[in-house]
Structure formats: structure tokens, C-alpha cells
């Protein structure tokens, strides 16, 4: 019984995190209230209180569980084997943690307009997804994987970053629809494109093969 | 004496537009109210409702003048000379104006979601413009100006078009403000960057002359 009433508090706050990621997801974090998230839980609007002040708490804690997800994929790449295949799979990871918190991306001007702490975080997050990239084609460049220039590379880290964190936005708006693709593969296609001419032959033709099966 | 009087109500209209194209720029779409824009241009709120009868009416208004701004931009362009400085200058005229105005693309999810004219009217446009990035690339390709296939073109024309709409919001988000840089020109120059590995030898080096007097 005391471990019990010990557990609860701990249950309910992962429960209030998953219930807001769900709700956040399907109908964007600016549309859903902490009111709404106790009434789909069941518990009062003051047991919610108890774990989390606002709303602005909860996006900050769920995207800090995001970023612990992505952080490991931003380790330096220098020294590790770095083929097509490494690539694909690593954008494919990316993706399907940007896919489970889609929330942040889908009103990220909005939520990070509304708390300082989360702009900085973000910020960071991007420049060092960027700094990995970047560091990943110079390895590619050196040997002799893809034949790319120092500016060249940066603004392709840039165009990465850009292209992984909207495609689902972009994607939405060039349908007419709310709804997401239910194909967070088709992000990480599309930013595999952007290297594709950059690869000398032999990665190149691997790629072509992976776009045409994924296609 | 008559003809002020006739005047008027189409000036007021043309003053409307003119305050809330300000403000939703300067401040997001989302976070102005009719209230702010009446008060703003010190007239009453039922003034401006006899105008417009709420803010999406206004929202769309805007839209159909950036609209017209850009759709001369996307006629076929077969037959005509596409060369790397004709691309250059296309990406910088429709720059200018999505930079004017930007707020469409600051919260277009959230703009979008709110009104089903404005999302059918957004999906068409950014479909004319996809399609003809790809008759531009056909071209080019045809030509010899680019060596690239039809599965990267069609890969490439989204990626221009993403990237096109959303550097804005990706360039303020990796800054961690809330500011826009003022250099509507960077945006071109992303998207440039996403033609260059296709360009054939001379192309090429004309483009790398181009980005290097950017930067």
C-alpha cells in the first residue's frame, strides 16, 4: 500500500506527459489546453497543477525527452564507418523520433516564441544537428565518398536541418490537409536527395537503387 | 467634396490592408487582433467590420495580393533562356516577395488550419511552383545545363519549394530569436545551393562566382 501511494505521483505525471504528447500530436500543442489533458485523463485540473504549473512545462519536459532521443545521433561521426547505407539508416532514426514528438515541429515558431527556455534548447539542437553534418561530409569528402566543396557543405548542413524538421509542414500544405502523412520515411527521402549529386559514382548508384525500392 | 466622400471607403479598405500587413509581419498574424488593427490606424472596430467582417477575411485578402505577386513568376517557362543568372534572379524576385509578406509563411500551418480557401488556394500555388521548378530543370536538362534524372527532379522541385517557404522560420529557430534576418537574399542563395551539384562544369563555376560575391 505505502509502495502504491508511493508509485501514484510518479504514474500520474508519466501519464499526463503521454496524454499531452498524444493530444498535442493530433491536434497541435497552440489547440490543446491543460484542461483538456485532465479531462481526457479523468483527473482534476488541481492534480494536474500538483505535477506541472502550465502548459509551457509540459512541451519543455516532453522536449526534453526528444532531444535526449536525438542527442546520441549528433555524436561526432569522425572515425566511424560512414557509407550510404550508415546515412539512410541514421536519417531514418532521426526521423521516426521527429515523427513521435511531431508536435514540436508542426507549431515550432509558436512554441518557442512563447518560452526562452525552449528557443535556446532548440537552437542548440539545430546547429548541433548541423555541426554533424557537416562534419560527416568532410569524413565523406576526404574519403572520397562525395566530392563536395567547404561552402558547399554548409549550406547543405543547413538545407538538412531545414528539410527534416518542415517536410511534414511543407507536406501537409502542398495536400490542402491537417492530416500527416502517415510516411515519415518520405522525410528522410527527401533529405537523402539532397546528397545524392554530391556522391561519386559507386554511392551514387547505391543510392539510386535504395530511392527506386523506397519509391 | 463628392468625390472624397466616394474616396473614402476604398481608401480606408486599401488602409486596413496596408496597418495588418504591418503588424502580422512585424508581430505574427496570430497575435493580432481586429481590435489591434482598428486601434492602431484610430478608427473604430465597427469601421473596419464594415470592411471586413474578422481577421481570416483579411488574412485571405493579403494572401490574394501576394498571389498575384507571385503566379506570373511560375508561367512555363519552356522556351525561354535558362541560364544560372535567370535562375539567380527568379529566386531573388520571388524572395522579395515572400519577404513582404513573410507573415503567410511565419504561422502558415496555423493560418491554413483556420481556413479552408486560404489551404486550397496555399497547396495550388506551391504545386504551380513545384511544377515549374521541374519544367525549369527539364529544360536545363535538355540543354545540357544540368545532368540530373527525373526522380531527382522531382525530389529537387519540393526541396526548392520547402526551402524556399520555411528559411525564414528554420534561420530564426537555429538563432534562437524572434527576429527575422534581414537578408531576404540568404533564402536565394539556399535554394541556389540545391542546383549547384547538378550544373554541368560551366554552370558551375559561373554559380560558385555568384554564391562567393553573396557570402
Known sequence: MRTAERKRPRRTRERILETSLALFNASGAP???TADIAD??????GNLYYHFSNKDEIVL???VA????VLPLYADPRGRSLGVEDLWLWLHVQHEAMWEYRFLYRDLTELTSRDRRLRTRVA???RKGATTVVEW???MAETG???ISAREIEALADNVMLIAAYWPAYDRNRRAT??????PGRAAYQVLSLFGPYFADEARTHLDRLSAAYL
Open 31 to 33: 489547440h490543446v489546453t
Open 40 to 45: 481526457e485523463m479523468n483527473i482534476s485540473p
Open 61 to 63: 519536459e516532453l522536449y
Open 66 to 69: 526528444y532531444e535526449a532521443r
Open 124 to 126: 542548440a539542437l539545430i
Open 137 to 139: 561530409c568532410r569524413e
Open 145 to 147: 565518398t562525395m566530392r
Open 178 to 183: 491537417l492530416d500527416d502523412a502517415p510516411d
